[in-house]
């Protein structure tokens, strides 16, 4: 069987390939430099937060009432999967920008209120440095540096700002299928004992203040109102 494309053809077709992987390989790295930049304000933010010798008693009592559920932390942990995954959908840096450059902001307002708002841990279980600790840092050796940095829940802002830039980008059902996994994970934060009401609201607060940016950030870097690179439409 002879291939019936011409050889322009073929090497038109080489060329869009490398591009695309060049634009891949461009989002991954703006992925990295957000890994980098998280990782180096959160660490600073627990170590600070981890000097304070008394902590604010900002929960309610019946918080302390509430059930460890283990179901929950399947769940819970999905969050992070999907930060992790979520650079893979962009095909270019420009389109990994605006979400990527979000979710770094969102930490970097988030870490003055983990180290001015220490709060005092009201659950009561077998787990006292909590799931990381307990299921990551502990096993290796590590100290938990996700002990302290409570309020505002980053796991609640995460989440609801991962199911928005999924369903702009696809739409449709996608805003279903988004916000179905993105509340229960926000609730999942008390249920497995992380987060406290306050943080959950600081969350959600954080989500509402900083999500209009991401169409502002989109129409700069001269995307689409869905996020994507139209020169790759």
């Not at 170590?47 to 283990?70: A, C, K, M, V, Y």
């Not at 994970?185 to 999500?211: K, P, Q, R, W, Y």
Request: with cysteine; net charge negative; proline share 6%.
């Amino acid at each position: 069987m002879t291939d019936d494309r011409s050889p322009s053809t073929s090497m038109s077709d080489g060329g869009l390939d490398r591009l695309e992987t060049r634009g891949r390989w461009g989002a991954i790295w703006i992925a990295i430099i957000y890994f980098l930049g998280f990782s180096l304000v959160w660490t600073i933010a627990h170590e600070l937060s981890d000097l304070h010798g008394t902590r604010l008693p900002l929960t309610f009592q019946w918080e302390s009432r509430i059930p460890l559920q283990p179901w929950a932390i399947p769940l819970y942990f999905t969050l992070d999967l999907s930060v992790i995954l979520l650079p893979l959908v962009f095909r270019s840096a420009r389109e990994a920008v605006p979400p990527m450059g979000l979710l770094l902001l969102q930490v970097v307002i988030a870490a003055p209120f983990f180290v001015l708002l220490p709060i005092e841990n009201a659950y009561v279980n077998d787990m006292p440095t909590g799931i990381w600790g307990a299921y990551l840092f502990e096993p290796l050796g590590m100290k938990n540096v996700s002990q302290w940095n409570q309020t505002p829940s980053l796991h609640v802002t995460y989440s609801l700002t991962v199911a928005t830039v999924i369903a702009r980008r696809w739409g449709g059902i996608w805003w279903l299928i988004g916000f179905a996994w993105a509340i229960p994970v926000s609730i999942t934060t008390m249920l497995v004992h992380e987060h406290h009401l306050i943080c959950v609201a600081g969350g959600l607060l954080l989500f509402a203040m900083t999500i209009p940016l991401l169409g502002v950030w989109d129409r700069h870097c001269g995307l689409d109102d869905r996020g994507r690179d139209v020169d790759r439409l």
